[in-house]
């Protein structure tokens, strides 16, 4: 199977909303002790006029992914944004990535990853770091292959709930021939 990855205008808000809240959901739902919580961080974090604005901002960079011309995922990237205790003054944040579940497996997350690197090297930044969820292993061996490390921990609160979370970071000297030597081991 084949994708096409592309940056996101404005436009393309609905279909991250769409997109984000059906992957949070599938990935999430499942750690929510209360299912109102989850709708109310839903509500506001996959809203589309909130999600256009975010598009908007210079600091940002959304990526989506096609399957025969559908949505299958998309990914927020932070140009400038750093984590204190990663070792370097120009970072990247791949700050929301998310692949509809019937696409796992397909090479859709990796050829969006793939867009996400290239373009933090382009941003010149030297390392580009993430949020996993601690309990989300499958998650965590896609990155790993990928070349990120463990570089610390943090935690989330929505509602009442905190989640605790892994941050990992990726040197970006690492060319995206080899992480395409990564993916390739899926």
Request: glycine residues 4%; aromatic residues 12%.
């Amino acid at each position: 199977m084949s994708f096409i990855i592309r940056k996101a205008l404005p436009a393309d808000a609905p279909v991250i909303t769409q997109v984000g809240r059906q992957s949070f959901y599938d990935a999430f739902v499942d750690l929510f002790q209360s299912t109102q919580e989850l709708d109310n961080y839903l509500d506001h974090t996959y809203n589309p006029v909130r999600i256009e604005n975010s598009i908007r901002k210079p600091n940002n960079l959304y990526f989506l992914a096609f399957a025969n011309e559908l949505p299958v995922g998309f990914a927020k990237m932070r140009i400038h944004s750093n984590r204190p205790f990663i070792a370097s003054q120009r970072q990247s944040e791949l700050q929301k990535f998310y692949v509809l579940q019937q696409y796992h497996g397909t090479g859709a997350a990796q050829a969006l990853i793939n867009a996400v690197i290239k373009n933090a090297e382009k941003e010149k930044a030297e390392q580009l770091w993430l949020d996993v969820h601690v309990g989300n292993e499958k998650a965590k061996r896609f990155y790993e292959k990928n070349g990120f490390t463990k570089a610390g921990d943090h935690n989330f609160i929505i509602g009442t709930q905190i989640f605790y979370y892994d941050v990992m970071a990726l040197p970006l000297t690492i060319t995206i021939s080899k992480i395409k030597e990564y993916g390739s081991s899926q």
